[in-house]
């Protein structure tokens, strides 16, 4: 993420008309967003505290499903200068990890291990560049239960449930600033060794990322380039195929940021993937080839209290029922801008809950 504020349609065309004004990098990015027609604003319902350092901190969330009770499922959310937290759906903090730099996080549950059946969240840590694995309890409580090297330093992170992909664990997929995808499966979490599966090359920095383990699919955020499907079955990755460019036109543009899955019955259901610098959020077709429905931004919710989204980094979505409030699902956004007064001055980072229903209904699903 580059913690820069997107301007106004106004600034930008102002800035272009003034030579010298802009960077070279704000300059081709102003471009890819004049002439983007509006979009429709869904609210957020939910917000977090922001979490406790400043500048760009809040970064990536995961959701974690209470199958006995699913209104007291719970929002993982990474502080990429301090560590993890946990929180219920109201927003309020349940658990703070202090394990370091954190950069993204992804869930797994109902995984087969050595020690049985066990819900994982797995997470980059670029204080030890390393991948920390931490198991997570019937209330939602997470425990630090492995970690493994990373290599260099490790920057965006998802994982696929290894059954899905012809064996047992996780199938771990690691994105880094060089354009790498690196897969590892870990078979048994804090006695088996990970093995390196693959590794799939892109051309310049990758972050966001999100598996569908029913498609044996893995889609990848290039964050100047686009959106890329890869079909992987376990073994050997497919080629990459480029489902949107950024600055084709489409309402993507640079940075290409995260990437969740709303799963639907039958194959069915929505690709979302934040658009950083347009402030907003592009919806494709799950099926290959994967057409783009629509696209929203997220505006303020709950009377005003809460504000509403800019320059979302990373995001997770879910199709999970997860109680009265998020009947049909939910997606959770970074905030690189918390204003929750309206008082016009930035605040420290937080997340913020929309509920799913609010977005189907802009693009009239």
């Known amino acids: 993420m580059h913690p820069i504020k997107a301007p106004s349609m106004i600034a930008l065309a102002a800035a272009l008309a003034l030579p010298g004004c802009m960077s070279t990098e704000d300059r081709i990015a102003a471009r890819m967003l004049v002439g983007l027609a509006p979009v429709a604003s869904v609210p957020a319902r939910v917000e977090t505290p922001p979490v406790g350092t400043g500048d760009d901190a809040a970064d990536d969330p995961a959701i974690w499903v209470n199958r006995a009770d699913p209104g ?3 929002i993982l959310g990474t502080d990429k200068q301090a560590g993890i937290y946990v929180y219920d759906l109201t927003g309020a903090v349940v658990q703070f990890l202090p394990v370091g730099r954190m950069n993204n996080v992804d869930v797994r549950q109902n995984v087969m291990t050595g020690a049985g059946p066990r819900d994982l969240a797995v997470a980059s840590n670029r204080s030890t560049n390393t991948v920390g694995v931490f198991a997570i309890d019937a209330s939602g409580q997470l425990t630090d239960a492995s970690s493994y090297p990373a290599g260099e330093e490790p920057y965006g992170i998802c994982a696929a449930d290894g059954r899905s992909q012809g064996g047992d664990g996780l199938i771990v997929a690691v994105t880094y600033k060089t354009g790498a995808v690196v897969l590892t499966r870990i078979e048994e979490t804090g006695s088996t060794g990970p093995r390196r599966t693959a590794t799939i090359s892109l051309s310049s920095q990758v972050e966001g990322c999100v598996f569908d383990e029913a498609q044996n699919a893995l889609f990848i955020g290039e964050e100047d380039v686009g959106l890329w499907r890869v079909d992987f079955d376990g073994t ?9 460019r950024a600055g084709s036109g489409s309402g993507l543009v640079a940075d290409v940021e995260g990437v969740g899955l709303w799963a639907g019955p039958d194959g069915g259901g929505y690709l979302v993937v934040s658009s950083q610098l347009a402030n907003r959020y592009m919806v494709y077709e799950r099926r290959a080839p994967n057409r783009l429905v629509g696209a929203f931004a997220i505006g303020p919710g709950a009377g005003g209290v809460v ?3 800019t320059h979302t980094d990373g995001l997770e979505v879910s199709s999970a029922p997860l109680g009265p409030g998020f009947p049909q699902g939910l997606m959770v956004v970074q905030d690189d801008r ?6 016009g001055r930035p605040l420290a980072q937080n997340f913020k809950l929309v509920d799913w229903r609010d977005i189907a209904s802009v693009l009239g699903r």
């Open 338 to 343: 918390n204003d929750a007064q309206g008082l």
């Open 236 to 244: 050997t990755p497919g080629a990459p195929v480029l489902i949107d």
């Open 72 to 74: 007291a499922s719970r």
């Open 307 to 309: 504000d509403g989204v």
